[in-house]
């Protein structure tokens, strides 16, 4: 059966610190990846969105990057955190093709002082 | 921008009875998806239905989708308590290689028994 890993599940980090969160997933080859971001009682805004190896798709203009170095890896960085980039990590997968489920892992909590 | 918004954004219900959420939406789609969260933790798909389909079931869970009123319903009947958690639908409106899904702001469901 397929499983996803993200880690680390919470983060405190200071102001203008760099971040590296990183997603995995066993059990299924090259699957989409996805990074969402979660506000505080709001619903799930896409970050960014990966269809294969080194292919990364940008939906939102902001302080973060993302990278897939392997099939079923990754990882979502910045060089510089800003307060604005607290919230709700979370990691998806689906069946590589349009129109498929998302299957999330369990998030990482990262605050931002 | 949020596609879709759950309404009501609370809803407190006891055991036994049905709870019924519904979600609007403002573009085109091509399936509209429902995904049910666990505080704290990722989200888990629970159905999805295609823009052409316009009832769904699983389990005791049915929803329904007006696309000429952009419009989808998830019902629970014989709600438990272990059905608390928060509800979100969510919308694919592009049909590409990825699921590029937007989520509404959700509804929170509490089962009290």
């Known amino acids: 059966s397929q499983t996803i890993h993200q880690w680390p599940a919470t983060l405190v980090q200071p102001v203008g610190s760099p971040l590296s969160l990183e997603c995995t997933v066993e059990g299924t080859s090259n699957p989409n990846l996805y990074w969402y971001r979660q506000a505080a009682g709001r619903g799930l805004q896409l970050l960014f969105y990966?269809?294969?190896?080194?292919?990364i798709s940008s939906e939102v203009p902001q302080n973060l990057s993302a990278s897939r170095p392997q099939d079923r890896q990754f990882i979502l960085s910045s060089k510089k955190l800003l307060l604005s980039d607290s919230g709700f990590y979370l990691c998806?997968?689906?069946?590589?093709?349009?129109?498929?489920?998302?299957?999330f892992g369990n998030g990482t909590r990262l605050t931002v002082t | 921008s949020q596609q879709g918004e759950e309404d009501p954004q609370a809803l407190s219900i006891q055991e036994g009875e049905n709870a019924t959420m519904n979600c609007s939406y403002k573009?085109?789609?091509?399936?509209l998806q429902w995904y049910r969260q666990n505080s704290g933790r990722g989200l888990v798909h629970l159905i999805l239905?295609?823009?052409?389909?316009r009832e769904k079931h699983s389990g005791r869970l049915r929803v329904t989708l007006d696309t000429s009123k952009k419009s989808s319903s998830l019902l629970i009947t014989a709600s438990r308590a272990a059905d608390t958690a928060s509800y979100f639908c969510?919308?694919?409106?592009?049909?590409?290689?990825?699921?590029?899904?937007?989520f509404g702001t959700g509804t929170r469901l509490q089962v009290t028994l």
């Open positions: 969510a919308t694919d409106a592009w049909g590409g290689t990825a699921s590029k899904l937007t």
């Open positions: 573009t085109s789609i091509n399936n």
């Open positions: 990966s269809v294969g190896i080194g292919q």
């Open positions: 239905i295609r823009s052409n389909e």
């Open positions: 998806a997968w689906s069946v590589a093709g349009s129109s498929s489920p998302l299957h």
